[in-house]
């Protein structure tokens, strides 16, 4: 396996007495595509928001791209907790896509897409909005440039955040249940922007998702979790079709009957 482009490393998360993740370890290679499934409060979202940094761990480690994304070496070697600037260098690796859109309602789709980049990463607004008409497009939002977010579909508005995301130029994109805010017609067409993405872009993707249709047809592998660690994973053909674990088992027929 090529190096890891992400690497958990025995990461736990508590809240008080409730332990969110448990001693998790996860290795995601370059390029690859993972689908993260599993019941509520099994700690797949926190998983995605300590790698961006939106939570804290309270032990192991998180590396990203072989940097430690959590801490940081010290010229003799040490690893100490990372500063607030060095976890912004290594974070600007990751783009994320949330539940709720959190576009910025007083800017219209492309100013959404390009703020970040200008301010961020110091990029000339003219290359930024140039780059931003062209995502907007891939996004098939090309006619939308000036719209605002309240002129918006639910749809349209998570692929504004979609654009947004993709514009800071990331090597790992994260998916936090992107779709369960939308009318199912409206999940297709983003489901669609991430299957392109997915087949047009060599970019590394995690996604926590309920859809398990889209999961067995996108990812390259599936991990189940359960009360914070992995429980169970392997190709979709594998987790879908012959679970081993009873839980997983148990987990799927709920969600088959749900749907």
């Known amino acids: 396996m090529a190096q890891p482009l992400v690497r958990f490393t025995d990461v736990t998360k508590r809240y008080g007495n409730l332990t969110v993740l448990n001693k998790l370890n996860l290795e995601v290679a370059p390029g690859e595509k993972v689908a993260i499934i599993g019941p509520s409060g099994s700690g797949k979202s926190t998983l995605l928001r300590a790698l961006m940094t939106l939570e804290s761990i309270d032990e192991g480690l998180i590396a990203v791209d072989d940097e430690p994304l959590t801490h940081m070496s010290t010229r003799d070697g040490r690893l100490v907790p990372a500063s607030a600037s060095y976890q912004r260098k290594v974070r ?5 896509v949330f539940q709720s859109f959190n576009l910025f309602p007083h800017m219209n789709a492309l100013q959404n897409v390009i703020e970040a980049p200008v301010q961020v990463l110091g990029m000339n607004r003219k290359e930024a909005t140039e780059r931003g008409k062209e ?38 994109m994260l998916f936090d249940e992107v779709t369960s805010a939308l009318d199912p017609e409206l999940c297709g067409e983003v489901l669609n922007v991430i299957r392109r993405l997915g087949s047009e872009h060599n970019l590394t993707m ?24 992995i429980h169970e994973q392997g190709t979709p053909a594998e987790l879908f079709g012959n679970p081993r674990e009873e839980r997983t088992r148990a987990f799927l027929s709920a969600v088959n009957e749900a749907h």
Not at 92 to 96: A, W
Not at 135 to 164: F, T
Not at 207 to 228: L, P
């Open 92 to 96: 600007g690796k990751i783009g994320m």
């Open 135 to 172: 995502l907007l497009a891939m996004v098939g939002l090309g006619e939308k440039l000036e719209h605002y977010p309240s002129q918006l579909s639910g749809g349209q508005q998570q692929r504004v955040a979609i654009a947004r995301a993709l514009a800071m130029r990331p090597k790992v």
């Open 206 to 229: 995690l996604m926590v998702t309920h859809q398990m249709g889209f999961a067995r047809e996108f990812a390259d592998r599936v991990c189940f979790f359960h009360q914070g660690c």
